[in-house]
């Protein structure tokens, strides 16, 4: 039986709906709105479709949305001033600067200059070491992870007892929160990367998988345990020739076609983990004001 497709677009507008809702119950409780200011730097064609996306949905949930594009000779000075200014702005309550930045800036410097009550994206060190420890009351939780969490959810329910989950990808901002997660969530977890010996047979004890890896089609259809939910993180731009010269498509790091055979569960890319993404942004930037307000943190 082919799997069910977990239906990542409709999730997240759920999200943003339930957003919406609490930004115009804040704002008819305080006169406030929630603000995030989205910064990016150069001209990068991928970051300008992110950033694009990030600033309409945050319009669309009524928040003060604000958008920063800087050229791409900005010195990180400059930036970090910027990030300064930002922190000091009462109608800001997340910061987001679009990754990856320019040669020649200290992207880890500017990230852990962001005030860590405005880190929406959760890379403070701060929020990162409470996500460590499951402090996730306080805590910004990295939006892709959560975001994928949230996919989980609506097959397995919140408590993940007894299941294995394989994370492939060890990164700060998607594997190593989304294994901190799983974890939190009762799951055995098991992390691989590039250095995992038997990346097949280890990805086969999974019951649930979570790709982030960044290879279009790594994980082929007989690495599942049949009936394994396959959460697919990566986007990868590929070469799209049947679309027309100079074309490309968007994948993951799932061979979908074969996954979809053997999953009992599978999220699309598009239209799975990306769109969780930008609504879990909105929803951390919503608690962010919530909280400076001093209204206890909305469900
Ligand atoms: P990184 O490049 O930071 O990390 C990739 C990870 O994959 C590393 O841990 C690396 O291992 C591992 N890896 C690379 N090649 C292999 C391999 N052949 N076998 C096993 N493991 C491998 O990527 P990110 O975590 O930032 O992103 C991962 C993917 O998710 C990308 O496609 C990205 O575009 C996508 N993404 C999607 C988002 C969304 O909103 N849906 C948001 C963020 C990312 P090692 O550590 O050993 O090098």
Redesign the pocket.
Known sequence: MPATVIDGKLQSERVAERVKTLASELNLQTGKKPGLAVVLVGDDAASQV?VGAKTRKAAECGFHSVQHTLPSDTTEDQLAELVDQLNADPTIHGILVQLPLPDGINAPRIIQSISAEKDVDGFHFLNVGMVGVGEFANAFVP??PA??MLLIEQIHGRDLSGLNAVV????????KPMANLLIAHNATVT??????KD?PGTVRQADIVV??????H?VKGDWLKPGATVID????RVPAPDKGENKFRLV??VDYAEAAQVAGAITP?PG???????SLLMANTLVSAYREAGLPKPS
């Open positions: 992110y939006c892709t975001g994928a492939v990808g060890r990164s700060n901002i998607v594997g992390v691989a990367h590039s250095r995992t990346l790709a982030a890896v960044g290879r279009p790594l993180v990566g986007i990868n993951g790091d890319v799975g983990v990306g769109p969780m993404t930008i």
